[in-house]
């Protein structure tokens, strides 16, 4: 599950500086050509191999810009270099850029200014062990679905649950609700008609083309969640 974290989108405050001022309508007029799927090669200092890569680039919004500092929130596809973008932007800019501060203040569902601080998790670990309070620790500890919040759902019926425990991929009949604009190849949580976390799957079809279709796979499970028996089996067994 952790990697469902580490691969979800993240959200930067970053203070970029230019070589020389530029006016501000040049800045967001260049920083607009930067949303979307752009191309990056990773820095030189960095614990990836420098080929070119396409990321995506949701949203960049300039907070504040003062001489030559540009305050900037950045909201990107995992695996995207900011202090390379900066250093783009600069060159478009025609004046050099370079990253003097960055802090990520989301990961997937968890905000910075949502989530635990270690200090407090460490305090209400105390709190249990010593005096017996769970009142922190439980606002601390979430259910496992929380870490999938994020991603595109898809609601099956019990039969469809009970298979996808024992590692079958999931067919169109077996859906019962899913989300808008699931795209082919996307990451989407399965989810049992109670709101249970069933399995981690990848997407074979799209929102559409489940809609229109009566058959076929629509979902290769990729992990299962949920315990087997939790539904019962709706199959029968094949004679030999």
Request: proline share 4%.
């Amino acid at each position: 599950m952790i990697g469902v974290i580490s691969h979800s989108s993240k959200e930067y405050v970053a203070l970029a500086q230019l070589h020389s001022p530029v006016p501000r309508e040049r800045l967001e007029e260049v920083v607009k050509e930067f949303t979307g799927r752009i191309y990056q090669k990773p820095p030189v200092r960095s614990s990836v191999k420098r080929v070119l890569r396409i990321k995506e680039v949701y949203k960049i919004e300039i907070l504040e810009y003062e001489g030559t500092f540009a305050l900037m929130r950045v909201d990107c596809q995992h695996g995207t270099y900011v202090r390379k973008l900066i250093h783009d932007i600069g060159e478009v800019l025609g004046v050099g850029a370079h990253m003097r501060e960055l802090r990520r203040i989301r990961t997937g569902p968890f905000r910075e200014d949502t989530s635990i601080r270690m200090h407090e998790l460490s305090e209400a670990v105390y709190l249990y062990r010593e005096e017996g309070r769970e009142d922190m620790l439980r606002r601390a500890i979430l259910p496992q679905e929380y870490i999938v919040s994020h991603l595109p759902k898809v609601v099956v019926f019990d039969g469809a649950a009970a298979a996808i425990t024992y590692g079958a991929d999931l067919a169109v009949p077996g859906i019962s609700l899913l989300s808008e604009g699931i795209r082919r190849g996307e990451l989407v949580a399965v989810f049992t008609l109670k709101g249970e976390l069933v399995a981690l799957a990848e997407a074979l079809m799209s929102t559409e083309e489940i809609l229109a279709s009566s058959k076929g796979m629509a979902f290769k499970t990729k992990r299962v969640i949920l315990e087997r028996g939790v539904y019962p089996k709706t199959w029968k067994k094949k004679e030999a």
